[in-house]
């Protein structure tokens, strides 16, 4: 069974626009942490955000937000004000077993984000 | 965040040569994690690499296939042994670091293999 579920291969927005984009994920752990990256045509993965299975509130960092529903199991990043640079391919990924950094990622599909003028 | 170098960023192979890839974090980390990334696909993770042991391999890849050596505490390096077409990916190090608010992974630029 897939842990990450991206269920948007690709999303169309347009520049300022909001734009949420889906993820669920399923795990036993209690403790785990869930992740999103962008990643350029140039093949980089870029660190968005980060949300802990405990945090209690919604991680936020700049324009990305992570909508975290911990009894839904999705965790869907929002992305406020897009711009063109905004254009990427979007990865949501989960670690289990919590924040010991010795296990490494599950990474969901992604989804194709194309900002429109 | 940290700085991850890898080598190099693309190449271009031939069939049946091997080629090493290296990754340099600018701080001591216990576990660097390799993943392959197949044009148009999701990352998959090929082994974890921690100093001092054996990597560990996910199911589906081999020692044999992709050797790594993990000398230190800052440095590991991939090997794609015997390259096919089928391996043309891009192919990533990370690593997990300690922020005030949590570990995160972060990855390097990435190496692009084109094998032909």
């Known amino acids: 069974a897939q842990k990450i579920t991206q269920t948007q291969p690709g999303m169309f927005v347009q520049e300022k626009e909001a734009v949420t984009l889906d993820c669920t994920y399923d795990?036993?752990?209690?403790?785990?942490?869930l992740f999103w990256y962008k990643q350029p045509s140039s093949g980089e993965m870029i660190f968005l955000i980060y949300q802990g299975s405990y945090d209690e509130q919604n991680a936020t960092e700049g324009r990305y937000s992570l909508n975290f529903q911990k009894a839904r199991k999705s965790a869907n990043l929002v992305i406020s004000a897009s711009q063109l640079g905004d254009s990427a391919m979007y990865f949501c990924a989960m670690r289990e077993g919590g924040n010991s950094g010795n296990t490494p990622l599950v990474f969901g599909k992604g989804t194709r984000l194309s900002v429109i003028a | 965040s940290a700085v991850i170098s890898q080598k190099p960023s693309r190449d271009i192979c031939q069939r049946g040569t091997s080629l090493t890839i290296q990754c340099q974090v600018d701080s001591q980390v216990t576990m660097m994690f390799w993943y392959r990334q197949q044009p148009g696909q999701s990352l998959t993770l090929i082994a974890t690499a921690n100093q001092g042991s054996e990597a560990t391999y996910e199911s589906g890849f081999v020692i044999d296939k992709f050797p790594i050596s993990r000398p230190n505490l800052t440095f590991s390096t991939l090997t794609v042994s015997n390259m096919s077409p089928e391996d043309s990916s891009i192919y990533l190090c990370?690593?997990?670091?300690?922020?005030?608010?949590?570990?995160?992974?972060?990855f390097g630029e990435g190496s692009w293999l084109t094998v032909v």
């Open positions: 990370s690593v997990s670091l300690d922020k005030s608010s949590g570990n995160t992974i972060y």
């Open positions: 795990t036993s752990d209690q403790s785990y942490g």
